[in-house]
């Protein structure tokens, strides 16, 4: 059974950093593509970054493009997101994903973690 449990989500002040992380279980980790999404009240679910099995491949969504840096170590399990000059429009749930190829569709989901940036 698959488990992403991600951790580091909380409350910062505009212009400050997160790093969010999501540690997998049930799967070999280092087969994956690993991403990560967020959902903001009363928006729809939308993606942000992603990194495939084999780094360096990595892709972001315009709006983090810049200031949010996607990383994993294989070794660990773990996906990274670290979060950069954060904005309040940043607010949202942050969700991990597990897709089993690079721009494929994701097969699992992780609980979410609140991130939220006060101005």
């Known amino acids: 059974q698959v488990h992403l449990v991600e951790s580091g989500g909380g409350l910062v002040q505009a212009g400050g950093s997160l790093r969010l992380s999501c540690a997998a279980s049930?799967?070999?980790?280092?087969?994956?593509?690993m991403g990560w999404f967020r959902q903001a009240p009363g928006k729809e679910r939308e993606f942000i970054a992603q990194?495939?099995?084999?780094?360096?491949?990595?892709r972001y969504a315009d709006s983090v493009k810049g200031r949010f840096t996607i990383s994993r170590d294989n070794a660990k399990n773990t996906v990274y997101l670290q979060m950069d000059n954060l904005k309040p429009e940043d607010t949202a749930v942050y969700y991990c994903?597990?897709?089993?190829?690079?721009?494929?569709?994701?097969?699992?989901w992780g609980q979410g973690t609140q991130v939220t940036v006060s101005s």
């Open positions: 994903t597990v897709a089993e190829s690079y721009r494929g569709p994701n097969k699992y």
């Open positions: 049930g799967l070999t980790f280092s087969n994956y593509a």
């Open positions: 990194i495939a099995w084999r780094v360096p491949y990595t």
